[in-house]
């Protein structure tokens, strides 16, 4: 099945660095989410996209939906150790349901 | 609270025992579907269901069966488990038009011997 490319594969950054991370896909998506999962938990979602150059903020988080709509990027500013995580990126394209989810980005924040 | 409860959170089993992961959700969600979660390879959707009685295989199906029969349920059943279904695996669930994304459940660590 098609899964996204995502990178880096991980990170480790000193506490305070900020973060950028990527996915890309070889297919036209509509709406981008990002998953953050903490060790031992199921993906939460972060934020959600819906429209080519739409760029949304949570907090010190910033993601943007690429305008070719076959790219994001979500950046983390002055990260802490509760950033620690496994960062997912998922597509939906039209008239489906369902998403596909890229490979992680697994980020380790050293205090 | 709105959640996806899975059950158990861990099961360690011998290759060849039936066994069956609960999930369950409590927001009236139409689409749910399983996912494992291996190193390196994200996460791999196994089956998924639109709605009561409909289901259908995803990417990696082999050795995995579900049933629907009510909407907030949605069970995976592996009948004669082996090592290489060792892995983490997930629940999730969403509105059918699946705009908001999905909502997870918190995961079932499987180790089969």
Redesign the interface.
């Known amino acids: 099945g098609q899964q996204l490319n995502q990178s880096p594969q991980s990170m480790f950054i000193q506490e305070g660095e900020d973060v950028s991370m990527n996915c890309t896909s070889s297919s036209i998506f509509n709406t981008w989410l990002w998953y953050k999962q903490d060790p031992g938990e199921g993906p939460v979602l972060l934020i959600a996209l819906y429209k080519a150059g739409e760029l949304t903020s949570n907090g010190r988080l910033t993601a943007q939906f690429g305008i070719t709509r076959k790219d994001s990027f979500l950046n983390i500013s002055a990260s802490i150790p509760s950033d620690v995580g496994i960062y997912f990126c998922a597509g939906q394209g039209a008239g489906t349901y369902k998403y596909i989810f890229g490979t992680g980005t697994r980020l380790k924040v050293l205090a | 609270e709105a959640q ?1 409860t899975q059950n158990p959170r861990y099961l360690i089993t011998v290759t060849g025992k039936k066994l069956t992961v609960t999930c369950s959700q409590n927001m009236n969600h139409e ?1 749910m579907s399983w ?1 494992r979660q291996d190193p ?6 196994i089956y ?1 269901s ?1 709605n009561v009685e409909v289901t259908d295989k ?3 199906p082999e050795g995995y069966k579900v049933s629907r029969k009510e909407k907030r349920n949605f069970p995976l059943i592996l009948e004669s488990p082996s090592p290489n279904q060792t892995s983490l695996y ?1 629940c ?1 669930s ?1 509105l ?12 079932t660590r499987l180790t089969v011997v």
């Open positions: 996806v689409y996912y390196g390879l994200g996460l791999r959707q998924y639109m995803g990417d990696v997930f999730a969403s059918s038009t699946g705009g908001r994304g999905y909502t997870f459940g918190s995961g």
